[in-house]
């Protein structure tokens, strides 16, 4: 489904790259503004009252983030000019001037204009400047608050969530671009990310309550990236997730639809806001419309991506690509139940937000997880070499990010030191600790990815202690190419056998090839037995030469196993060939003795007969006739026994069904049998015939005596190169403490003198369930039977 189909044109593929571009553009565009406006220090939370805002103050407790100045004859609409306030207070951390905001102020006037009068009346203020805000604690007050430069770092402190998120989805998001352009979901998901990063670093750089009096360029860049930017990447999300589970190539319907799932949550915000516009008693109300508008839009692309998904995973046949869709699936529902759960819906319902800020970001990381996981192990876009890459800087950046934050927070509220010496100890260590991490990093999604390629003791050591784990001579060969797969972390290897002319066959394989394949010559003491195929992890992450020095290391000891395998199978093939040609044999004996021998002794024995009613009474000859026709009695007795004795007769007489539902009519009483069976049978070799029969008779007898059973059901019925002999009976079952007789192993030898397979089971409903397997081909050329005779 991901190798390289025709994809979308040149400029199908420009157009979302360009919207991508312009997105983060913008995204930083508003971000210097931010930075660049004079700031209270305070940052208003999406979804607005009507007559205030609720406000947040970075890197301040609620209890101790200022202390509300009440300025003598200040009413709570103060006047509008700016007031200075000398010896105001300087130490909140916002802003550079210091702040009199709290977390949690409920701000409804600046210099004395009320926010629900109207946005952007106020005149910008120089840094410096001190304004009187009209706030709603306990009860309404004015609080004084300089007005300073923006300070980024407790901005930053906050919001790291959400740009671990966003950054971690734009790097693999351009990555996967720059190496796919012609895989129609990678578009989609590069629209997706440059506007998650944009308004997330417009977010971050958040809009202070000031912003809100003054209006200008911050107010409109601001609400132009929070709400127009990021409705269109939830658009490109939808159309993610169309092309990401769309057949390859890509159908026109799909192609529509993604067009459609691009404008759609532009378009519903649009006509929401419009909507919402006679709904708001003023400016303020209406802000606050259209960003819960928003957030009711974003929770319904959510779902609805997250349900598409579903549906097309458990919608598609194809076991290889449901491999390949299970972990970003996977992924894209946790990081949609979580981001419900943490914020959307309370938002929506109770006005609520139970994540802290910036956990936002974090709850999304499953998603990005999804196709990490998804690009190591389903090559996922067949990039490996970028998986590899993204998964090491991506997991050094998370702990680097996720240790400075940590780090700086104990050198701050542990030693006490101020936030610039911790942040320069911390990036001193930071830097120190670069190199070795990636290097940890680098080997940890090595051995991941690559498996044991550079520890080849560790590699021949998994693949005796899986040989030594396999029961049965079958197994071996599977066994062996899976390990070789799993141990070099390859998505194919296989095992071509060599016959006595030179010529290969598969004998098994594992996977499936998506790169080239390499084949190493298998040899025991220096006769090629066979090859090793293994392939190429993807088609641009050939084998290297340490992966082929591992794999020719593995090549010696599989030699040794594949030829001890193929000793066992030749055994097993000779002796189904004697048995084969010893059934065969008593059937000829038995057709001679039966069609030859016997009727020339009947014959005698009539002649004789016939002569001794000539001969008077007081001849000599009499009692020499009497004698012939009696030894000729005791001959053709004996001919009959030996003709019993080397082949069922009903065999011949009735065919192997025939045979079995007389005899089960022999044995049937308390107990009803039901012999089913195609009648005639295709022509089976003697040897096979026999063991049907013999095992069907005897699972029947066992059974009679031991099952306790009313009802039993013996089938027999063709399968592909064999024919297939099942009994089921609904009595007690198997009794776990009781060891096989001799019934049960007459059974399982018989099928294995013909080289098949046998088995007994008790099903949870009870009872018995006897299967036997006969291969027709059991090597040669045999005689075969008619079935009717």
């Not at 200075?84 to 006037?109: F, I, K, N, Q, W």
């Not at 029961?471 to 296989?494: K, M, N, Q, W, Y």
């Amino acid at each position: 489904m991901w190798r390289l189909w025709p994809g979308p044109s040149g400029r199908s593929r420009r157009i979302p790259a360009g919207v991508a571009i312009l997105l983060v553009v913008l995204g930083v565009v508003a971000t210097a503004a931010g930075l660049d406006t004079p700031s209270d220090g305070s940052v208003v939370p999406l979804g607005w009252h009507a007559d205030g805002v609720a406000v947040n103050v970075p890197g301040t407790p609620a209890d101790v983030a200022g202390t509300p100045v009440d300025v003598p004859g200040a009413p709570v609409n103060a006047p509008s000019t700016p007031v200075e306030l000398p010896g105001a207070p300087v130490s909140a951390p916002g802003a550079s001037g210091g702040v009199g905001l709290r977390t949690g102020d409920l701000v409804t006037g600046v210099a004395g204009h009320r926010l629900a009068d109207g946005l952007g009346v106020v005149p910008r203020p120089r840094p410096g400047t001190t304004l009187v805000y009209d706030v709603v604690r306990e009860r309404p007050t004015t609080v004084a608050v300089r007005v300073g430069r923006p300070d980024p770092y407790p901005l930053l402190m906050e919001g790291w969530g959400d740009l671990v998120f966003v950054l971690a989805l734009a790097g693999l998001a351009v990555a996967l671009y720059l190496r796919r352009p012609e895989e129609p979901a990678t578009a989609p998901l590069l629209v997706l990310a440059a506007g998650l990063l944009g308004s997330t670093l417009t977010v971050t750089a958040g809009l202070p309550v000031l912003a809100l009096a003054t209006g200008g360029a911050q107010l409109w860049l601001f609400h132009l990236n929070t709400i127009v930017a990021y409705s269109i990447s939830w658009g490109g999300l939808l159309a993610f997730t169309i092309a990401f589970t769309a057949p390859r190539p890509l159908p026109a319907r799909s192609r529509r639809a993604m067009a459609v799932a691009y404008a759609a949550p532009p378009a519903a915000m649009a006509l929401w806001s419009t909507l919402a516009a006679p709904l708001a008693p003023n400016a303020l109300g209406w802000l606050g419309l259209v960003h819960s508008g928003q957030t009711a839009v974003v929770a319904a692309v959510l779902v609805t991506s997250t349900v598409w998904g579903l549906a097309a995973y458990r919608r598609n046949p194809d076991p290889l690509v449901r491999a390949r869709m299970r972990w970003l699936v996977a992924g894209g529902a946790v990081a949609t139940l979580l981001s419900l759960a943490g914020w959307h819906l309370p938002e929506l319902l109770a006005a609520a937000r139970p994540l802290p800020p910036g956990a936002l970001g974090l709850s999304g990381l499953p998603f990005v997880a999804g196709i990490g996981v998804a690009l190591r192990r389903h090559r996922l876009f067949d990039i490996e070499r970028l998986a590899n890459r993204s998964l090491v800087y991506a997991s050094v950046v998370a702990i680097l990010v996720a240790g400075y934050a940590a780090v700086v927070a104990l050198l701050v509220s542990g030693l006490g030191l101020s936030q610039p010496v911790a942040a320069a100890l911390t990036a001193a260590g930071a830097a120190l600790a670069l190199a070795p991490l990636r290097a940890l990093a680098q080997s940890t999604v090595n051995r991941v990815m690559y498996g044991d390629r550079r520890d080849p003791s560790a590699a021949l050591t998994r693949l005796g202690t899986r040989l030594q784990a396999v029961l049965l001579p079958a197994d071996v060969l599977p066994a062996i190419v899976e390990t070789v797969a799993r141990s070099l972390r390859v998505p194919h290897a296989a095992i071509d056998l060599v016959d006595g002319s030179g010529a290969g066959h598969l004998a098994t394989q594992y996977g499936v090839p998506v790169g080239e394949v390499h084949v190493e010559p298998l040899r025991y003491h220096g006769t090629l037995i066979g090859h090793l195929r293994v392939s190429a992890r993807g088609s641009d992450d050939p084998l290297d030469p340490v992966d082929l020095g591992l794999i020719a290391s593995l090549a010696q000891q599989v030699g040794t196993a594949v030829q001890a395998v193929r000793l066992h199978d030749d055994l097993v093939r000779s002796r189904a060939e004697v048995v084969a040609s010893r059934e065969d044999e008593r059937r000829r004996l038995r057709r001679d003795l039966h069609d030859g021998l016997g009727p020339t002794l009947a014959a005698i024995r009539i002649k004789a007969g016939l002569a001794a009613r000539d001969v008077p009474p007081g001849s000599a000859a009499r009692p020499l006739l009497d004698e012939i026709s009696a030894e000729a009695a005791a001959s053709l007795t004996d001919v009959r026994r030996l003709v019993e004795a080397l082949r069922p007769p009903a065999l011949d007489e009735l065919g192997v069904v025939g045979a079995i539902r007389a005899r089960a009519a022999a044995l049937s009483g308390a107990m009803s049998i039901e012999v089913v069976g195609a009648e005639p049978l295709p022509a089976l070799p003697a040897a096979v015939e026999t063991a049907a029969y013999r095992i069907a008779v005897e699972a029947i007898t066992n059974a009679v005596r031991h099952s306790e059973a009313t009802h039993c059901t013996a089938t027999v019925t063709p399968s592909d190169g064999g024919v297939e002999v099942t009994v089921r009976d609904n009595g007690r079952g198997l009794d776990p403490d009781r060891t096989a007789g001799v019934g049960i192993r007459s059974m399982r030898e018989r099928a294995a003198e013909v080289g098949g397979a046998w088995s007994m089971r008790s099903p949870p409903g009870g009872g018995t369930h006897i299967r036997a397997f006969l291969p027709t081909s059991l090597g040669g050329d045999h005689d075969q039977a008619d079935p009717r005779r």
